[in-house]
């Protein structure tokens, strides 16, 4: 089994930064770990994975160049730090894991969510 909780959603306004955080309940090293989001009235979305292991990251159109996923191996922790927030990046943020590879939505292990509201 492996425990993901997510934290670090709040309320920012257009164009500012969020650092969000997942923590896994043990050693992920052998997992890759992925953010999902899912916005009012829409599926759930992929939006980056990284590779606990050798740190490779993966990034959907919608967060390339805005986003940076990151890792703390040490304490088995992922990061996910968003720039230039825009309202449709509001959504509920899961850390999800499965594997070695990027989790898909029909992943094993997902975290509660984090809520992120971009809003003036």
């Known amino acids: 089994q492996l425990q993901l909780v997510e934290s670090g959603g709040t309320l920012v306004q257009p164009g500012e930064s969020l650092t969000l955080s997942c923590a896994a309940s043990r050693s992920a090293v052998d997992y890759a770990i992925g953010w999902f989001r899912q916005a009012p009235g829409k599926e759930r979305e992929g939006v980056s994975c990284?590779?606990?292991?050798?740190?490779?990251?993966v990034y959907a159109a919608s967060a390339k160049g805005r986003f940076t996923i990151s890792r703390n191996i040490s304490l088995n922790t992922v990061y996910l730090t968003m720039n230039n927030l825009r309202p449709d990046d509001t959504a509920v943020y899961y850390c999800?894991?499965?594997?070695?590879?990027?989790?898909?939505?029909?992943?094993?292990?997902w975290g509660p969510g984090t809520q992120v509201t971009v809003s003036s």
């Open positions: 999800v894991a499965d594997g070695r590879q990027c989790p898909t939505r029909d992943a094993r292990y």
């Open positions: 990284i590779g606990m292991r050798n740190g490779a990251t």
